[in-house]
């Protein structure tokens, strides 16, 4: 059974910082690409950063500089990194994770960890 565990989220002041962990179990974790995702109330959910298995990042330009995405294969987790935090940043960030290979594409989310930025 998949598993997707997000951790690391809460009230924040803004200027601050959190780190997000996102553990994964059941997958190839290794193999797949991992993404933050976020959706504050009454919009789409959209893409805050992604690294794939190779390492590559990739970041939403808005967030550019002020995010950074990691992953640690040995302990099948992925990280976010956050910076000078604003209230515009408030969401619930998910974690998801992106798997293809030659059997499919294999797509997960986890439960999401609320993120508040506010004085």
């Known amino acids: 059974q998949v598993q997707l565990v997000e951790s690391g989220g809460g009230l924040v002041q803004p200027g601050g910082s959190l780190r997000l962990s996102c553990a994964a179990s059941?997958?190839?974790?290794?193999?797949?690409?991992m993404g933050w995702y976020r959706q504050a109330p009454g919009k789409q959910r959209e893409l805050v950063a992604s690294?794939?298995?190779?390492?590559?990042?990739n970041y939403r330009d808005s967030l550019k500089g002020r995010v950074t995405i990691s992953r640690d294969n040995a302990k099948n987790t992925v990280y976010l990194q956050m910076r000078s935090l604003k209230p515009e940043d408030t969401a619930v960030y998910y974690c998801?994770?992106?798997?293809?290979?030659?059997?499919?594409?294999?797509?997960?989310w986890g439960q999401g960890t609320q993120v508040t930025v506010s004085s």
């Open positions: 998801n994770a992106d798997l293809r290979i030659l059997s499919g594409v294999y797509n997960y």
């Open positions: 059941g997958i190839r974790f290794s193999a797949s690409t």
């Open positions: 690294i794939s298995s190779g390492g590559r990042t």
